[in-house]
């Protein structure tokens, strides 16, 4: 079972970026991972995912983040990406990376964002 670290959250003001990065304990390449965010008093959610380099490595996004966040990896440094920009207070919550669909025991600890108006 493969092991996720998130960081790279913070504190930032409305319009700004973040870059939020997940180190994986083995190869993610072959998989197909995603970002998801649990807001404050809200079930988590799937933001982002990025397919297998199998199937294309396609990306898809929420329409709540289409347009502003970018999922990508670095198979090499087992790392999966969250470029964040234009960033919104209701993106505010704590973002985890996992497989997709979500394995219980890859859940990692998150990283916190929030973003202020």
């Known amino acids: 079972q493969v092991q996720l670290v998130e960081s790279g959250g913070g504190l930032v003001q409305a319009g700004g970026s973040l870059r939020l990065s997940c180190v994986a304990s083995?190869?993610?390449?072959?998989?197909?991972m995603g970002w998801y965010r649990q807001a404050p008093g809200k079930e988590r959610e799937l933001v982002a995912s990025?397919?297998?380099?199998?199937?294309?490595?396609?990306?898809n996004y929420a329409d709540s983040v289409k347009g502003r966040f970018t999922i990508f990896r670095d198979g090499i440094k087992k790392t999966l990406y969250l470029q964040m920009n234009s960033l919104k207070p209701e993106d505010t919550g704590v973002y985890y990376c996992?497989?997709?669909?979500?394995?219980?025991?890859?859940w990692g600890q998150g990283t916190q964002v929030t973003v202020s108006s």
């Open positions: 990025i397919a297998s380099i199998t199937d294309g490595s396609n990306k």
């Open positions: 996992n497989v997709w669909p979500p394995s219980i025991r890859a």
């Open positions: 083995g190869s993610i390449s072959r998989l197909t």
